[in-house]
């Protein structure tokens, strides 16, 4: 079952941290400003929840409902699509989430292989995928290519090879991976209404390059109005321009790398960037000391104006 034309999934969209209190409970008070803050100063129109940005393999299958049902019910009327991850180390625990994500309105879903049990070949992940798909068959349909978290070597291209015939409604791939040969050998066998989407946002430009539609990302949750402006460029055809910016974010990268740039700082970033309490990231992933935040986004003012 294709999508329709009009839902398509283009451009950026955020992979959204998930907001936890003080005492590592979920906060759901904070998700209808983080939406606003999207929407209003990022220009970001599409959410990307429970990824891995949003800690969803630390995450009870309870816990991953509630999140779900109140993105989804915060960003309706606001925000143009909402894909919720349900991949899980389980093939039940994933369907249960695919089939609840299915009754509270979510605009599709998106699995990630496996990583204890990994599936060792394509037609392994493939049946895998097909299995979750299954339970709720009118939903867009995404694959989730990660292999440096995953561990599991079988290229993109691969899986998508036939995966229409198993999922009628497969819709496209997110492909989180450095491999821009595979990942233009995805774009080359997309179908029309799939949607090709690049996931390493300091390679964004490339992909665009090779084909991508659209982009999910962390740091576009508070670099999305430049990185809006990057594409913007791209389009028009001034390369000069789009590289400048990506340039600039890949040297902030590299800086914060050196300082030790991981899940807990990004999200640091985010709470001292938004002016949001989304709280410190849950164990193992350890809290970011905010002397080290702040040095990284002193350095991202150095690199972009404040909007």
Sequence with gaps: MAPAADKKLTGL??????????????????IGPYIDYLKEKQGVNSL????TTGESMSLSVAERKILAEEWCLKAKGKIDQVIVHVGCMSLKDSQ??????????????????????KPSTADALRTFLHEVASVAPTMPFYYYHIPAVTGV??????VLEGIEELIPSFSGV????????D??????????HWSCLYGLDEQLLAALAMGAHGAVGSTYNYMGCHIN???????????????TIQFKMQELFTYAKKLGFDLGVNKQMMN????????????????????????????????????
């Design 48 to 51: 990307f929840v429970n990824g």
């Design 272 to 307: 001292e960037l938004s002016g949001l309490s989304l709280g410190p990231p849950r164990l193992p992933v350890m809290p970011c000391p905010r002397s080290q935040a702040q040095a990284i986004v002193q350095k991202y003012h150095s690199h972009f104006p404040r909007y």
């Design 229 to 243: 402006k990057l594409i913007a460029a791209f389009e028009k055809g001034d390369l000069v321009q789009a590289r």
């Design 96 to 117: 249960e989430l695919a089939r609840h994500a299915a009754q509270i309105g979510a605009d599709g879903i998106a699995v990630i292989s496996p990583s204890f049990y």
């Design 174 to 181: 997110k492909f989180s991976g450095s491999d821009l040969m």
């Design 13 to 30: 969209v955020a992979a959204t941290f998930t907001p936890f209190t003080a005492q590592d409970e979920i906060n759901l008070s904070e």
């Design 153 to 158: 070597d079988v290229l993109g291209r691969d």
């Design 183 to 192: 990942f233009g050998q995805c774009v080359s066998y997309s179908q029309p």
